[in-house]
C-alpha cells in the first residue's frame, strides 16, 4: 500500500514570510504524479500544484513552488510571501496506476494546518 | 461552469435512515469520484465511475452504493446509516484519470446519530 506522511500537524508563519511543509511518500513504482491541495474552512478542496514524476524541473504555480526529490521520495511545498489567504489545512497527495483495481488511485496524506499571522 | 456542485451541504441523519448524496459536474468529465474525509485525516476513496453506467469500488465501499446514468451526475447512496459514516464527503471529477487534475466540489457534512 502506498503511504503519504506529513510529519507536521500544525505550522505558523508570519505574513509575507517563507513556509515549507514537508511531505514523504513510500512507494516502489517509478511513474505517478504529486499533488498539494489546499482545503480552507470553506472545506472545499482546491488544487495548489502537481508535480509529474518523471519531470526532474520542480513545478511552480505563483507564490507556491516544490522541492522534489525523487530518490528521497519527498515533495516539500514552499509558500513565498505568504499571505492571510493562504490560512488553510494543506494535504500531500500521491497518485499512481493501481494494477488491482484497474484505475489511478489518489491517496492523501493527514495534512497540516497552517495560519499565517498578520 | 459551476464545476463540481454537491446537495446538500449539511445532513443529519438518524441511524438505520437512507439518503442520498447528490454530485453534478458540468465539465463533460468521464471520471468522478467520491471520498469521505473523517476528522484529523486526509480524504479515502468510496466509489468511482469511468463513465455513464459503469462504477466500481474504492478503498472504503462498504455502506454506500453509486450509479451514473449519466455523464454529469454521480449519485452516492448512503443505505442504513451507521455512526461510522459520519464525515464530510467529497465528489470530485476529471477528465481522465491519468494524472489529470481532480476537481473537487465543496462537500457534504454528514452527521449520523
Known amino acids: 500500500a502506498q503511504t503519504v506522511t506529513q510529519s507536521q500537524p500544525e505550522m505558523s508563519v508570519q505574513e509575507a514570510e517563507t513556509v515549507t511543509l514537508s511531505c514523504t511518500y513510500d512507494t516502489s513504482e517509478s511513474n505517478y504524479y504529486l499533488f498539494w491541495y489546499k482545503q480552507p474552512p470553506s472545506r472545499q478542496m482546491i488544487l495548489v500544484i502537481r508535480?509529474?514524476?518523471?519531470?526532474?524541473q520542480n513545478a511552480t504555480e505563483n507564490r507556491f513552488s516544490v522541492n522534489f526529490q525523487k530518490a528521497a521520495k519527498s515533495f516539500s511545498l514552499k509558500i513565498s510571501d505568504s499571505q492571510l489567504g493562504d490560512t488553510a489545512m494543506y494535504f500531500c497527495a500521491f497518485m499512481k496506476w493501481n494494477r488491482g483495481a484497474g484505475s489511478y488511485q489518489l491517496t492523501f496524506g493527514k495534512g497540516t494546518k497552517l495560519s499565517v499571522i498578520p | 461552469n459551476a464545476g463540481v456542485t454537491q446537495t446538500p451541504k449539511f445532513r443529519i441523519l438518524k441511524i438505520g435512515q437512507s439518503m442520498t448524496l447528490q454530485c453534478t459536474q458540468d465539465m463533460n468529465h468521464n471520471y468522478m469520484y467520491w471520498y469521505r474525509q473523517d476528522p484529523g485525516m486526509g480524504l479515502k476513496l468510496i466509489y468511482y465511475s469511468v463513465g455513464a453506467g459503469i462504477t466500481d469500488k474504492g478503498e472504503v465501499p462498504n455502506g454506500y452504493n453509486v450509479s451514473r446514468s449519466t455523464t454529469e451526475d454521480f449519485p452516492l447512496r448512503l443505505e442504513l446509516a451507521a455512526p461510522s459514516q459520519t464525515s464530510v464527503y467529497f465528489c470530485?471529477?476529471?477528465?481522465?484519470?491519468?494524472?489529470?487534475?481532480?476537481?473537487f466540489g465543496p462537500g457534504t457534512r454528514l452527521l449520523v446519530l
Open positions: 470530485a471529477s476529471s477528465y481522465s484519470p491519468s494524472g489529470e487534475t481532480q476537481y
Open positions: 508535480q509529474e514524476a518523471y519531470k526532474q
